[in-house]
Nanobody, 116 residues
């Protein structure tokens, strides 16, 4: 099981980034997926999750209206479109499968830094 996150970087407040996570080693189309983030000195927290077919989506309150999670099962990829970024969004972003046996696997994450 492997997750490879990409798309992070340095962006000014109010800017946008699109994160991607390519998954392998399991049946991606049968698994709900989530994006998490971890800021320095803080616990890892859930950002958004999406069901296996994409019909059901949930967002943490702090990103509602700014972030959009989506997936392409043909490409084994889950995305996180982040708009109107704020300094407090600075963190390492990770994706993860919601499958009970797969939750222990994490990728290396991608760093998002929001700063002027």
């Amino acid at each position: 099981v492997q997750f490879v996150e990409s798309g992070g970087g340095l962006v000014q407040p109010g800017g946008s980034l699109r994160l991607s996570c390519v998954a392998s080693g399991f049946t991606f189309s049968g698994s709900g997926m989530s994006w998490y983030r971890q800021a320095p000195g803080k616990e890892r927290e859930l950002v958004a999750d999406i069901s296996s077919g994409g019909a059901f989506i949930n967002y943490a309150g702090f990103v509602k209206g700014r972030f959009t999670i989506s997936r392409d099962n043909g490409k084994n990829t889950v995305y996180l479109q982040m708009n109107n970024l704020k300094a407090e969004d600075t963190a390492v972003y990770y994706c993860r499968s919601n499958g009970v046996l797969l939750r222990k696997y994490w990728g290396q994450g991608t760093q998002v830094t929001v700063s002027s």
